[in-house]
Nanobody, 121 residues
Framework: QLQASGGGLVQAGGSLRLSCAAS????????MGWFRQAPGKEREFVAA????????YYQDSVKGRFTISRNNAKNTVYLQMNSLKPEDTAVYYC????????????????WGQGTLVTVSS
């Protein structure tokens, strides 16, 4: 029901935009989030956005570089990633929470399959 796309290989300092398209149901009333999992590490919160888009939340390491946004008419959430660093390399997952947007992965109800982002130095 959530399909993440847009990952790929990019050099350090480059940009990528991830998309998360929802199908099968409307997620316009859901908080949406992006998480990532690097090899050998636990999944971590990256960014989240409220259902209206009026509130956004970011992990400290991505503040000022990443921007989360949403288009409820298209049932899609985006993650614009600029000034990418090798440490941003991970599989990125989008998720939907029936409640408010949250940094806690356990509070999300639906998850996408993930898209791989690789940043070379």
């Amino acid at each position: 029901q959530l399909q993440a796309s847009g990952g790929g290989l990019v050099q350090a300092g480059g940009s990528l935009r991830l998309s998360c398209a929802a199908s099968g149901r409307t997620f316009s009333s859901y908080g949406m989030g992006w998480f990532r999992q690097a090899p050998g590490k636990e999944r971590e919160f990256v960014a989240a956005i409220s259902w209206s888009g009026s509130s956004t939340y970011y992990q400290d390491s991505v503040k000022g570089r990443f921007t989360i946004s949403r288009n409820n008419a298209k049932n899609t959430v985006y993650l614009q990633m600029n000034s990418l660093k090798p440490e941003d390399t991970a599989v990125y997952y989008c998720a939907a929470a029936a409640g408010r947007a949250t940094m806690k992965s356990g509070e999300y109800d639906y998850w996408g399959q993930g898209t791989l982002v690789t940043v070379s130095s």
